[in-house]
């Protein structure tokens, strides 16, 4: 018995003791067959996150969202064109390296644009636009054919839009007609004034002035009385008819008044009969 504990003691093994055991395991393991404690290795290489830049241009409808060198990423990467409450109106493919435009065209869908481009949904653009139609242009051709009356032709009509109207209106920007540009079809505008005089205008479109006029309404002469022959001419298609029409006595004095007439002015006639005018000459004509 004795013996036997002997030869344990002098030729010690690994396996002395559970809690030996496993240090000598570790020992064993880390320091290799040699004893020496290896180099540590690289860690394995990390994604570069992908990199690009973002350009904004419009064309009418059109927005568009250029991405100018896209580069490095793991290609699962989604980037997309959005409105600002998220919603998607484009989307790159997945893994597409370079440049590349996403774009959405609005029609005539007319209004306040926000616009995004998100890498995975974080935003890493933005651009906000006023989308309105283009400004319609037409030509104008003020006239008058009426008194007191001003007419203005809108001709030569392009881009209309029914978001535009044409006023006409006065300087301090009193609206006296208007219409709303429909269609490139011609139209008038028109307005009467109460009285004669000299007035100014201008054409809106919508509140922005295009055009501006002065017109002149000149009030018409007074007609004057007509004196000397003029008022023989005047009187003798009356007396035409008082000849077939009136007793002899009346023809008579008919008679010498035409030639009274002929051979005097009418400031004299006035003087010698005490009437006026051809009314007057008219009362004092029996009428049977």
Not at 13 to 34: I, K, P
Not at 78 to 97: P, Q
Not at 135 to 159: L, Y
């Given at each position: 018995?004795?013996?036997?504990?002997?030869?344990?003691?002098?030729?010690?093994?690994?396996?002395?003791?559970?809690?030996?055991?496993?240090?000598?395991?570790?020992?064993?393991?880390?320091?290799?067959?040699?004893?020496?404690?290896?180099?540590?290795?690289?860690?394995?290489?990390?994604?570069?996150?992908?990199?690009?830049?973002?350009?904004?241009?419009?064309?009418?409808?059109?927005?568009?969202?250029?991405?100018?060198?896209?580069?490095?990423?793991?290609?699962?990467?989604?980037?997309?064109?959005?409105?600002d409450d998220g919603s998607i109106l484009a989307t790159l493919a997945s893994g597409s390296l370079g440049n590349h435009t996403l774009?959405?065209?609005?029609?005539?869908?007319?209004?306040?644009?926000?616009?995004?481009?998100?890498?995975?949904?974080?935003?890493?653009?933005?651009?906000?636009?006023?989308?309105?139609?283009?400004?319609?242009?037409f030509t104008t051709n003020f006239f008058s054919n009426t008194a007191k009356r001003i007419s203005c032709g809108i001709e030569n009509?392009?881009?209309?839009?029914?978001?535009?109207?044409?006023?006409?209106?006065?300087?301090?920007?009193?609206?006296?007609?208007?219409?709303?540009?429909?269609?490139?079809?011609?139209?008038?505008?028109?307005?009467?004034?109460?009285?004669?005089?000299?007035?100014?205008?201008?054409?809106?479109?919508?509140?922005?002035?295009?055009?501006?006029?002065?017109?002149?309404?000149?009030?018409?002469?007074?007609?004057?009385?007509?004196?000397?022959?003029?008022?023989?001419?005047?009187?003798?298609?009356?007396?035409?008819?008082?000849?077939?029409?009136?007793?002899?006595?009346?023809?008579?004095?008919?008679?010498?008044?035409?030639?009274?007439?002929?051979?005097?002015?009418?400031?004299?006639?006035?003087?010698?009969?005490?009437f006026r005018t051809q009314r007057q000459i008219m009362e004092l004509i029996p009428t049977s």
């Amino acid at each position: 018995m004795t013996f036997i504990n002997r030869r344990i003691i002098k030729r010690p093994t690994l396996f002395a003791s559970s809690r030996r055991n496993f240090g000598n395991l570790l020992t064993h393991y880390e320091t290799g067959q040699d004893g020496t404690t290896p180099e540590p290795g690289p860690d394995p290489d990390p994604t570069t996150p992908i990199s690009f830049t973002v350009s904004w241009a419009t064309n009418g409808g059109i927005i568009q969202a250029n991405l100018v060198g896209i580069q490095d990423g793991d290609g699962t990467e989604v980037i997309t064109l959005t409105r600002d409450d998220g919603s998607i109106l484009a989307t790159l493919a997945s893994g597409s390296l370079g440049n590349h435009t996403l774009q959405h065209d609005e029609g005539t869908n007319y209004n306040t644009y926000t616009y995004t481009i998100r890498l995975d949904g974080v935003i890493e653009s933005t651009f906000s636009r006023d989308y309105q139609p283009n400004v319609p242009t037409f030509t104008t051709n003020f006239f008058s054919n009426t008194a007191k009356r001003i007419s203005c032709g809108i001709e030569n009509i392009v881009n209309p839009h029914d978001s535009y109207s044409v006023r006409l209106a006065k300087i301090d920007d009193t609206i006296l007609d208007t219409q709303i540009l429909n269609d490139a079809t011609p139209f008038f505008l028109q307005f009467t004034e109460s009285d004669y005089g000299t007035y100014d205008y201008q054409v809106l479109l919508n509140d922005t002035q295009v055009a501006t006029h002065t017109q002149l309404f000149p009030r018409p002469e007074p007609t004057l009385q007509p004196v000397g022959r003029n008022l023989v001419y005047q009187l003798l298609p009356t007396s035409q008819v008082l000849r077939a029409h009136t007793p002899s006595s009346t023809r008579i004095f008919v008679e010498m008044t035409e030639r009274l007439l002929r051979r005097t002015t009418f400031k004299q006639v006035k003087r010698q009969h005490r009437f006026r005018t051809q009314r007057q000459i008219m009362e004092l004509i029996p009428t049977s």
